[in-house]
């Protein structure tokens, strides 16, 4: 059962904030992501380990008929449910757009080209977008028999341009339980990486899919743990480990400081064993 949290109903919240806030909550590493409060509806069914593109991915049979399995790199490769909740997104991103207006940060003009990362467990999907001026992660919640759709999106520009934290950036991780249990996580890496692995932490492992600078992984009967320090690992194309992170961690708790070629430091605290930051490109 993929448990979320619930915000406050929808009357204790001004208009369209709730999503925004949902949206928000699948970019941290701690938290699980929150949906409107309507009837629930358990997504507990059968479940069969597949194999797409050598990524084990997770079919389930939903009480209310939807079976997802998808994990997919780019718009080519988008199930019709994904398709949709994409579809969705841009729309919400457009109503967002058109309520703000002006804006004193670059705007972050989205279509479905800019589509990098999508994943989809039973009814539910996340889809990621990034492009030269920024990204944004969005939410979806399918209509279902007694629901309608729901879920949000959030755009921002890139903090610091083309340059990551070494050769990878988490940018959404979402689990079906708190700090734990199967993980859906996204992001991009830099051209050094050719190999991205989580280790669970108890001998198991996941191979992540990467495809023009993006990255994306799902576990399948996981059980992942934060104590047991599950980490993503990233390798060269010689297969020499070039990273080691653990998953759960904020980037704002990074274990060391990333600096330009200038020697500024664009990411994490100063320290004395900073590293150099990487160029991203897609």
Same mark, same amino acid.
């Given at each position: 059962m993929i448990e979320i949290v619930d915000l406050p109903a929808e009357r204790d919240l001004p208009p369209r904030v709730e999503q925004k806030i949902r949206a928000k909550l699948v970019r941290s590493a701690n938290r699980r992501p929150a949906r409107k409060q309507r009837p629930r509806v358990a997504l507990i069914g059968s479940m069969l380990l597949v194999v797409v593109s050598g990524v084990a991915a997770v079919k389930w049979d939903a009480l209310d008929g939807r079976d997802a399995q998808v994990l997919a790199l780019g718009s080519g490769e988008l199930s019709p449910m994904q398709r949709d909740a994409a579809d969705q997104c841009l729309r919400w991103h457009a109503e967002e757009k058109q309520r703000e207006g002006v804006q004193a940060r670059p705007e972050v003009a989205l279509t479905l080209a800019d589509l990098a990362v999508a994943s989809e467990r039973g009814s539910h999907s996340l889809v990621l977008f990034m492009n030269d001026?920024?990204?944004?992660?969005?939410?979806?919640? @399918?209509?279902? $028999? &007694?629901? %309608?759709?729901?879920? *949000?999106?959030?755009?921002?520009? $890139?903090?610091?341009?083309? $340059?990551?934290?070494?050769?990878?950036? +988490?940018?959404?991780?979402?689990?079906? &339980?708190?700090?734990?249990?199967?993980?859906?996580?996204? *992001?991009?890496?830099?051209?050094?990486? /050719? +190999?991205?692995? =989580?280790?669970? *932490?108890?001998? &198991?492992?996941?191979?992540?899919?990467?495809?023009?600078? @993006?990255? *994306? =992984?799902?576990?399948?009967? @996981?059980?992942?743990?934060?104590? +047991?320090?599950?980490? =993503?690992?990233?390798?060269? %194309?010689?297969?020499? %480990?070039?990273?080691?992170?653990?998953?759960?961690?904020?980037?704002?708790? =990074? %274990? /060391?400081?990333?600096t330009t070629p200038a020697g500024k430091i664009i990411y994490g605290k100063p320290k004395t064993n900073c590293r150099p930051a990487e160029a991203w490109r897609r």
């Open positions: 001026i920024g990204y944004a992660t969005c939410d979806v919640q @399918a209509a279902g $028999w &007694n629901r %309608e759709v729901s879920g *949000g999106i959030a755009a921002d520009p $890139w903090p610091h341009g083309t $340059w990551l934290p070494g050769p990878l950036q +988490r940018l959404s991780l979402t689990s079906t &339980n708190f700090g734990g249990g199967d993980v859906t996580v996204s *992001g991009r890496v830099s051209q050094r990486v /050719h +190999r991205l692995v =989580l280790e669970h *932490g108890d001998g &198991n492992t996941t191979t992540a899919r990467l495809a023009g600078g @993006a990255f *994306g =992984l799902m576990t399948a009967g @996981a059980h992942l743990k934060i104590d +047991r320090r599950p980490q =993503l690992v990233s390798y060269d %194309e010689h297969g020499a %480990e070039i990273d080691r992170r653990p998953l759960f961690q904020p980037e704002d708790q =990074l %274990e /060391h400081c990333y």
